[in-house]
């Protein structure tokens, strides 16, 4: 695909494929997740043929997320390493949530917020994974005792649970911040938009060109 | 004669619908006196014919617990303990084990999916299995260990304590098969008084610490014992003390519901009131100016 003038690519269609397959089934699981855990939402499951397969496809689910993120993570993990300057952008997150982003210091490939959702989502993902294969009682019940089995349970419900939240902020910081989206969709993002938000990772490209 | 009254539900698992509770259905209990008992498995082969149930057959294991454990097709077991007792000598403890029919049932609460579970009015806790899911959250819900998942069809099964039976006035099958009354069936309060009169005996046998098993953590049972050491349950092949349904359950399937519900719409009102007070944060003409700047200039 050419590269329309004054746009940067942020990310590569190999890249725009993994993140997909990773939401898709980061809202698979929270729907088919949330069937199973509050009565109220028990009509979910009919999203997936009724409690049976609800109960049945939900690990599946959770296991090509597992791949897939662990290639996510791969690739994304240099750029979300934590540095200074993370720090002082955090200090300045007030002006940022104003909109007001010239009182915050220059930002990379990634702000702190953006490294901080990397992160949550990589350690609840580990957390909801090793956890779930506990109560995959289908093929695993014999390998693990009853209160273990609990512990695993809440666990899981509770890493679920802030890992939707983190999906909620990560999803609302996407809309809120104009002109990210089209970088997860069409894999790039003006220059604009790489000025007002990301001014080092900008300079860097331009350099790199 | 027919008591379809006991068919009526107190309680559904998962299920935001109060059945109706007007009525004073007669609560039922089954006693088991473990001091009469003399391990023949009559209950055993009454409850497999009952019930249909053909279990494979299995090892032996050591012991004289035939099959080794509950199973999707074995609803109750004879458990065998060789226990020494203070004074040195041996007693055969025989404890019929099954599912206890909590008055607050573990399994009950655990169950996500709408009607798996229910309790009726009678006390009787049941699986409905066409609902059940597969999941296996009653196994992690019960504080005695009795549900199991069975790989034929990945449906939990336990005793029924033979609602189907009790429904037509009949006693449980168990109960009908004991050859010397060790199980006997009805009211809770004609159990109970029943149970008074043996402990009494034991009493006077030289069982001092006989009494009634009917555990208050889980807020009585509809299956109770006998037992001559009513101070030591847990020497009857491991029956729980003191049983109570567990804090994770309990937090898991309690506070926190409501909670974690909360919690996400709280996060979603925050972002909601976040766009109404501070707006989209939209790319301004003159970044795009800069920005295509900082582009060419390195070019």
Redesign the interface.
């Known amino acids: 695909m050419r590269q329309p003038p004054g746009t940067l690519a942020r990310y590569t269609t190999a890249a725009r494929i993994n993140h997909w397959i990773t939401a898709g089934c980061l809202i698979l699981l929270a729907l088919s997740g949330m069937a199973l855990f509050h009565p109220s939402l028990f009509f979910l499951s009919s999203l997936f043929g009724g409690g049976a397969y609800t109960r049945a496809i939900h690990p599946w689910f959770g296991s090509v997320l597992l791949i897939s993120f662990a290639l996510l993570f791969i690739r994304f993990v240099r750029h979300n390493l934590w540095n200074r300057d993370d720090t002082r952008w955090m200090g300045a997150i007030r002006h940022v949530l104003a909109n007001d982003e010239e009182h915050a210091p220059e930002v990379g490939r990634y702000n702190a917020g953006q490294k901080l959702v990397f992160w949550a989502m990589t350690l609840l993902i580990l957390v909801l994974f090793a956890s779930g294969l506990v109560i995959w009682d289908t093929y695993f019940f014999g390998y693990t005792t009853i209160e273990q089995k609990r512990i695993a349970q809440l666990l899981h419900s509770l890493a679920a649970v802030a890992i939707i939240g983190v999906w909620i902020v990560h999803v609302y910081a996407a809309l809120w911040v104009r002109g990210s989206v089209q970088g997860m969709t069409r894999g790039v993002v003006s220059a604009g938009w790489s000025w007002r938000h990301h001014r080092k990772w900008l300079r860097e490209s331009a350099q790199r060109r | 004669m027919a008591d379809f009254q006991s068919l009526d539900i107190r309680r559904l698992s998962?299920?935001?619908e109060v059945p109706p509770n007007i009525r004073d259905a007669t609560q039922v209990a089954k006693l088991i006196d473990v001091s009469r008992c003399i391990g023949c498995k009559a209950c055993q082969a009454a409850c497999m014919e009952w019930n249909d149930l053909r279990d494979d057959i299995g090892y032996f294991e050591g012991s004289y617990d035939n099959p080794s454990d509950l199973t999707p097709s074995s609803w109750t077991l004879m458990r065998f303990t060789e226990w020494e007792n203070p004074q040195g000598n041996l007693e055969w403890l025989i404890r019929k084990d099954g599912c206890m029919h909590c008055a607050d049932p573990g399994c009950l609460k655990a169950c996500?999916?709408?009607g798996a579970i229910v309790q009726y009015q009678n006390g009787i806790v049941d699986f409905i299995s066409e609902?059940?899911?597969?999941?296996?959250?009653c196994?992690?819900g019960c504080p005695f260990?009795i549900p199991r998942?069975s790989q034929a069809d990945?449906k939990v099964y336990k005793c029924t304590l033979c609602s189907d039976r009790v429904a037509v006035g009949q006693e449980p099958a168990c109960a009908k098969a004991c050859p010397t009354g060790a199980i006997v069936f009805g009211t809770k309060s004609d159990m109970t008084a029943w149970a008074g009169e043996r402990i009494e005996d034991l009493k006077s046998r030289g069982f001092d610490q006989a009494g009634l098993y009917d555990p208050p953590g889980v807020g009585g049972t509809h299956v109770m014992y006998v037992l001559h050491h009513a101070d030591t349950p847990s020497i009857y092949a491991g029956l729980p003390d003191n049983p109570h349904i567990?804090r994770?359950?309990q937090?898991?399937k309690g506070m926190?519901?409501p909670i974690?519900?909360a919690?996400?719409a709280f996060?979603?009102v925050v972002?909601f009131v976040?766009?109404i007070a501070?707006?989209?944060?939209?790319?301004?003409?003159e970044?795009?100016?800069?920005?295509?700047d900082?582009?060419d200039?390195?070019?």
Not at chain 2, 131 to 137: A, D, V
């Open positions: 998962a299920s935001t996500p999916s709408p609902n059940c899911i597969g999941c296996g959250y196994i992690k260990n998942l990945q567990s994770l359950v937090a898991w926190m519901k974690a519900m919690g996400l996060t979603a972002g976040h766009w501070a707006g989209p944060n939209e790319v301004q003409p970044d795009e100016a800069k920005g295509r900082a582009l200039d390195k070019r």
